[in-house]
């Protein structure tokens, strides 16, 4: 799947990543499942010790003000769950309890994913799918 990234949207996706374990790290404590399911992501981005150089993400930055930023974040979020063409449960848990922190309703995330359920990431489609979550956003007033 990075073979299909260019540069800098793989370094997009992978900021979206640290911003997601910041927010989690941040917790008191960590359920398992949810530990599993970022150390998924981080092994289907092929982290390498170069990456760690994100660890620094504060968990502030997580609110997004700007509606662009927001849309990167939750597209970003979404490429990670398909990375391996298969949406787990605790996956879209954890993109609730992310999505929840940009000040989105969490019934606007399901309905997002039920949206963009049927898409697949090929080079060809990466832009209608960021598309697509745009205008699903507006629509939704998220």
């Known amino acids: 799947m990075n073979a299909q990234l260019n540069t800098e949207h793989l370094l997009s996706v992978k900021k979206s990543f640290f911003n997601i ?3 989690f790290l941040a917790q008191e404590k960590i359920e398992s ?7 998924k992501w981080g092994f289907q981005l092929r982290l390498s010790p170069e990456d760690l150089k994100f660890t620094s993400v504060d968990i502030g930055h997580l609110k997004f003000d ?11 979020l979404v490429f990670m ?7 787990e449960d605790v996956e879209l848990e954890v993109a609730t309890i992310y999505a929840e922190n940009l000040g989105l309703k969490s019934s606007v995330v399901g309905e997002l994913f039920k949206s963009i359920a049927t898409e697949t990431y090929d080079e060809g489609k ?3 799918v960021r598309l697509e979550i745009m205008d699903f956003l507006k629509l939704n007033n998220a």
């Open 21 to 23: 374990v910041a927010l």
């Open 126 to 128: 990466l832009e209608s």
């Open 81 to 87: 769950i398909y990375l391996d063409e298969v949406v």
């Open 66 to 76: 700007d509606k662009v930023e927001k849309l990167e974040a939750i597209y970003n």
């Open 33 to 39: 499942r949810y530990l599993r399911c970022l150390l």
